[in-house]
Protein backbone atom coordinates (compact mmCIF):
# COMPACT_ATOMS: atom_id res chain seq x y z
CA UNK A 1 0.00 0.00 0.00
CA UNK A 2 1.43 3.77 -0.77
CA UNK A 3 0.56 5.95 1.68
CA UNK A 4 -1.41 8.93 0.58
CA UNK A 5 0.92 11.44 1.43
CA UNK A 6 4.06 9.73 -0.29
CA UNK A 7 4.10 12.78 -2.96
CA UNK A 8 6.88 10.75 -4.95
CA UNK A 9 4.17 8.06 -5.99
CA UNK A 10 2.23 8.76 -9.37
CA UNK A 11 -0.52 6.09 -10.45
CA UNK A 12 1.34 4.13 -13.52
CA UNK A 13 4.62 5.49 -12.85
CA UNK A 14 6.72 2.47 -13.04
CA UNK A 15 10.46 4.72 -12.19
CA UNK A 16 8.73 4.56 -8.39
CA UNK A 17 9.08 0.81 -8.37
CA UNK A 18 12.47 1.07 -10.27
CA UNK A 19 14.01 3.58 -7.39
CA UNK A 20 13.26 0.43 -5.03
CA UNK A 21 15.22 -2.49 -7.29
CA UNK A 22 17.81 -0.07 -8.04
CA UNK A 23 18.50 0.27 -4.15
CA UNK A 24 18.50 -3.19 -4.16
CA UNK A 25 21.29 -3.49 -6.15
CA UNK A 26 23.04 -0.57 -4.70
CA UNK A 27 22.52 -3.00 -1.31
CA UNK A 28 24.03 -6.06 -3.46
CA UNK A 29 27.21 -4.72 -4.08
CA UNK A 30 27.49 -3.35 -0.70
CA UNK A 31 26.94 -6.39 1.07
CA UNK A 32 29.24 -8.76 -1.28
CA UNK A 33 32.28 -6.19 -0.32
CA UNK A 34 31.32 -6.46 2.97
CA UNK A 35 33.46 -8.89 5.04
CA UNK A 36 29.76 -9.58 6.50
CA UNK A 37 28.78 -13.70 5.60
CA UNK A 38 25.32 -12.51 5.84
CA UNK A 39 22.72 -9.90 6.81
CA UNK A 40 21.00 -9.94 9.74
CA UNK A 41 19.60 -6.82 10.20
CA UNK A 42 18.99 -3.69 8.38
CA UNK A 43 18.36 0.33 9.13
CA UNK A 44 16.69 2.53 6.62
CA UNK A 45 17.61 5.62 7.45
CA UNK A 46 15.68 7.70 6.62
CA UNK A 47 12.98 5.43 5.23
CA UNK A 48 10.32 8.19 3.98
CA UNK A 49 7.32 6.25 2.84
CA UNK A 50 9.07 3.38 2.01
CA UNK A 51 9.32 3.54 -1.50
CA UNK A 52 12.74 1.73 -1.12
CA UNK A 53 11.68 -0.32 2.20
CA UNK A 54 8.74 -2.35 0.39
CA UNK A 55 11.48 -4.25 -1.75
CA UNK A 56 13.89 -5.24 1.47
CA UNK A 57 11.78 -8.40 2.43
CA UNK A 58 11.72 -9.97 -0.86
CA UNK A 59 15.24 -9.62 -1.08
CA UNK A 60 16.48 -10.11 2.66
CA UNK A 61 14.06 -12.73 3.70
CA UNK A 62 15.65 -13.35 7.05
CA UNK A 63 17.18 -9.72 7.67
CA UNK A 64 15.41 -8.09 10.83
CA UNK A 65 14.16 -4.90 9.17
CA UNK A 66 14.16 -1.01 11.25
CA UNK A 67 12.68 2.00 9.72
CA UNK A 68 13.45 4.99 10.61
CA UNK A 69 12.17 8.62 9.67
CA UNK A 70 11.43 12.34 10.52
CA UNK A 71 8.03 12.27 9.26
CA UNK A 72 5.64 10.77 11.83
CA UNK A 73 3.19 9.63 9.28
Partial sequence: ???????????NQSWYFAVGRSAMRVLDVAARASWLPRIGSILDLPCGYGRVG???PAVYP??????CD???E
Fill in 62 to 67: DAQLYF
Fill in 54 to 56: RHL
Fill in 1 to 11: TIHPHDTMWQP
Fill in 70 to 72: ILQ
